[in-house]
């Protein structure tokens, strides 16, 4: 039995949030709370599922909007964020340039530098270190059924941008080159922004990678 994967494409720039289930135990995680916490949460309780962790790809402010609405809810949640990353967040994740505040007290207590492990019930999922577009960006990957989580890092035909602070467009391709291409090729890519991919297709039909 597999992993129900429920994408919600929340707030201004359009982020994808994934709220990622195990269909038997309907315990579930939310892979970046991009926006409109409220929403989130009845998405959750509609399937009857059972939050157990967040987790982020990276820290920038579309990522995590919607986090400090669910946090009020379920205060003692595990929340999962790469120690690089840690500066970026507690500045408000790049938001101070959009004119934007971002209410959120909440912590991480889960460091993807200290935990390379995930569990959604009873599956494992790797945490693979993909830095580039922010210092400490990671990505999820389940290896049963091929399937990636991979933030701003490489999308349908494009890759993440890294022009913003801390970016680094030679880590980028090297994260994408040596953490991504050497996936499966079958490996579907489930992306912060736009439609979701595969490794097999991107390594094909993507200008930005040669
Ligand atoms: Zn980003
Ligand atoms: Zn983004």
Redesign the pocket.
Known sequence: MGLIIEKLTLGMLETNCYIVADEISKSCVIIDPAWDGDKILKKISDNQWTLSEIWL??A?F??FGGLGKIMEVQPHIGLGLHSLDLDLYNDGG?SKNWGITIENNHQPNIFFDKTQKLNIDSKTIDVLFVPG??PG?VAFFEPQSKTLFG??VLFKQGI??TD?EGGNYNQLIDSIKNKFLILPDETKVYP?HGLHTSISLEKTNNPFIF
């Open positions: 790809t990276h920038h579309d990522h790049g577009h922010s960006h933030g701003d993440g941008r913003l912060g």
